[in-house]
């Protein structure tokens, strides 16, 4: 499985834009990009995923370099609730497994 | 939509003793997960079904742990006997199939398992 790199730790202010950046340099041509997240306990939930182009939903956004070796989950207004560990994970098109590392730790200040 | 519950939330047991954890999957989802998550790590997939077929288990400490997913729904995930190293949250997820790479996962709050 490819692995991607994350810092361990960021910090936002709540109603600011945060974004979380995820380093994939051996990402493969059919590899997705997938984004979880995990609040306090409790287990993870999916966020966002993308293969090329940028991608947004209810949640985020996903921004993926043209050369795709990086990638940034936007969280447009952060919010208390969205304090979490963020996983960046990369998935082969027929490979089943999610392979998390340790992630971002995300604190959001009031 | 009901999500993928588990049992028990909690668990205390002494070393060598066994014990079991139960997940019921989102309805009409035919891939059930379990995971191990070691505090301060991200999960780690023991084990994957298909339907009530195992598809991946190259991670699960066979000499031990046990799975099974009878009539392809319900599953369970027994330890027997536990070391003091199996303290971890154990996580089921299920997801539909079609291509893995799309496929979301979906996870259960866990279950906390402490060996003393």
């Known amino acids: 499985d490819a692995k991607t790199t994350q810092p361990n730790s960021m910090e936002s202010n709540e109603e600011e834009p945060v974004h979380l950046p995820c380093n994939h340099s051996?990402?493969?041509?059919?590899?997705?990009i997938h984004w979880y997240r995990q609040l306090p306990s409790q287990g993870p939930e999916y966020v966002i995923h993308?293969?090329?182009s940028n991608v947004n939903n209810r949640m985020a956004s996903l921004a993926i370099a043209e050369d795709r070796k990086s990638s940034t989950l936007i969280l447009h207004r952060a919010t208390l609730r969205d304090a979490a560990v963020y996983y960046c994970i990369l998935r082969m098109e027929y490979g089943n497994k999610l392979v998390f590392g340790a992630g971002t730790i995300l604190r959001v200040k009031s | 939509e009901a999500g993928v519950a588990q049992s028990p939330r909690y668990k205390i047991i002494e070393k060598r003793q066994s014990v079991a954890f139960w997940c019921n999957p989102i309805?009409?989802?035919?891939?059930l997960y379990w995971y191990q998550q070691i505090l301060g790590q991200g999960p780690k997939l023991l084990i994957q079904f298909q339907n009530n077929g195992v598809v991946d288990d190259s991670q699960l400490p066979k000499d031990r742990f046990s799975a099974e997913r009878l009539k392809g729904v319900d599953s369970t995930l027994k330890i027997q006997p536990a070391k003091l190293e199996d303290s971890a949250v154990y996580l089921c997820a299920s997801s539909t199939t079609g291509i893995p790479a799309k496929n979301i996962q979906y996870f259960g709050a866990g279950t906390r398992l402490s060996v003393l």
């Open positions: 993308g293969l090329t």
């Open positions: 051996t990402i493969s041509g059919t590899d997705y």
């Open positions: 309805s009409g989802h035919a891939t």
